[in-house]
């Protein structure tokens, strides 16, 4: 956005074309803190690995209470992403549960 660029740009004019979506999100969705729950926060092919058996989910530094949905939300994005990342990321080669194509 060119309001967010150079050193006059105020953040009150840089969210203000955001408000009104953000307050859809709030109504729909309203904050509750005592809903927190323990979360991983970076869910990425680098921090998933897969042994044959299980997968495991890796460093934990970003860990802390955050919403339930977090996670479930960064490994949508991720998931998004070209299959080629996963499979370089998450299976060992030559692995028989490694997807192909």
């Known amino acids: 956005?060119?309001?967010c660029a150079g050193p006059t740009s105020s953040p009150k004019a840089c969210l203000d074309p955001?408000?009104?979506g953000?307050?859809?999100i709030r109504a729909a969705y309203?904050?509750?803190a005592s809903a927190l729950v323990s979360s991983h926060n970076d869910p990425n092919p680098r921090n998933?690995?897969?042994d044959g058996q299980r997968l495991w989910l890796v460093d934990w530094e970003l860990r802390f209470r955050n919403d339930p949905l977090t996670?479930?939300?960064i490994l949508?994005?991720?998931l998004t992403r070209p299959r080629r990342r996963w499979k370089r990321c998450c299976w060992p080669p030559g692995s028989a549960?490694?997807?192909t194509g």
Do not use: V
Request: hydrophobic share 50%; net charge negative; charged share 25%.
């Open 1 to 3: 956005m060119a309001c």
């Open 30 to 32: 309203p904050w509750d």
């Open 71 to 73: 996670d479930i939300a």
């Open 76 to 78: 949508m994005q991720e």
């Open 97 to 99: 549960a490694r997807p």
């Open 18 to 20: 955001h408000l009104e």
């Open 22 to 24: 953000f307050e859809t």
């Open 48 to 50: 998933i690995l897969f």
